[in-house]
């Protein structure tokens, strides 16, 4: 909590007024009074905003009693295209620290650091540390970014194809002088022919002329997914709390101790159910999963894109259908603050039921009013999952 200059000028000019009033009574009560505005200054807390639940769940397990957190995102919101108020940009700039994701998540950030980098407020990026998985631009739904060896099919999470006895990546490989490009379409600088569904602007931008939706990131935001990694962003805010409130080093780092050990018993909780489950394959409304590959080998069929607003065409959505046909995917997995209307098609032609994962980048309503906390919702993710992968 900030203290203004002028609110402290009121308080002393108070505090005077009421010593010179009056008898011993009066003296007592003055007393009183300072010996609780000490206290309060004393005790005195962080304000702290966030972006995504993770952020502001881990702030509060960690700050406790010293900290006020604020997410900015709202309830049932989605960050990807979240933009805030004038006013919340004036109440960042005058809390003590700005905590967000990064990664390309948050659309808005770059211009809310702008507006208040010269503020004495901290900017910390929850991710850094951390190393980020790749998303495929040219990313096919066809392709799934895993391997099905079992049935017949190869294809490496480059998104290679083997047809007619040669290696092609589906719709995005040029043959070049007898080579194969590399799966980002670099092009050789003198001398070659492009393939038409490949053609790329002058300044080094890819753009696949046969998807529709290019993504917005080159790098996979949802790292707070991943339980082993949300101890970096866990970590990241314990140090800046720290930085903050020095003198009460010792209360954060045990509060950040028992966050990290409950994230471990997650991991553990995870690792297991993936173990024992039949299938290594889901299919969800959209593609924020990835880590779950890098961790536990679980592959998920994104039926949008890495952000919910990247929808597939129409020969995309037919290729969904196929595949979760092909490998008998008999859940679709719904998620709490994304439109349902496209994953509905899939359903509805797949004959599939209906699941539901949590990506807990926001709560909704009916979270806030069961007091859910990350902890609660990644171990129903891990049930939902459980059914999904039977």
Known sequence: MKIKSSLFALLLVLSTFLAACGGQDQAEESGESEENEEIEVTEETLKIYTTIFPLEDFARKIGGEYVEVHNMVPVGADAHTFEPTARQMIEVAEGDAFIYNGAGLEGFVDALINTVG?????????????????????????????????????????????????????DHEHEEHGHEEDHD??????????????????????????????????????????????????E????????????????F??????????????????TQMAEEANKDT?????????????????????ITGLSPTNEPSQRQLQEIIN??????????????NISTKVAEVVQDEVGAESLYLHNLEALVAEDVENEEDYFSLMRKNIESLRTALE
Do not use: C
Request: glycine share 6%; hydrophobic share 25%; no cysteine.
């Open 253 to 270: 780092t045990a509060n950040f101790n028992e966050v990290k050990e409950e994230l471990e018993a997650v991991d553990a909780e995870f």
């Open 118 to 170: 010269e503020e004495n407020v901290s900017i910390v990026q929850a991710s850094e540390g951390i190393d980020l998985i790749d998303y495929d631009h040219d990313h096919s739904h066809g392709d799934h970014d895993h391997e099905h060896e079992e049935h017949g099919h190869e294809e490496d999470h480059d998104h290679e194809h083997e047809e007619h006895g040669h290696e092609e990546d589906h």
């Open 323 to 336: 595949f979760a046909n092909e490998y008998e995917l008999n859940y679709v997995l719904y998620e709490q």
């Open 185 to 234: 379409h670099e092009h050789e600088e003198q001398g070659h022919e492009e393939d038409h569904d490949h053609e790329h602007e002058e300044h080094g931008h890819e753009e696949d002329r046969d998807h529709e939706h290019a993504h917005d990131h080159d790098e996979d935001p949802h790292v707070w997914l991943d339980p082993v990694l949300s101890m970096t962003l866990a």
């Open 282 to 302: 889901f299919l969800v409304s959209h593609a924020g999963y990835g880590y779950w590959e890098e961790r536990y080998g679980l592959h998920q069929v994104g």
């Open 236 to 251: 990241n805010i314990k140090t800046t709390l720290i930085e903050l409130m020095p003198e009460q080093e010792d209360y």
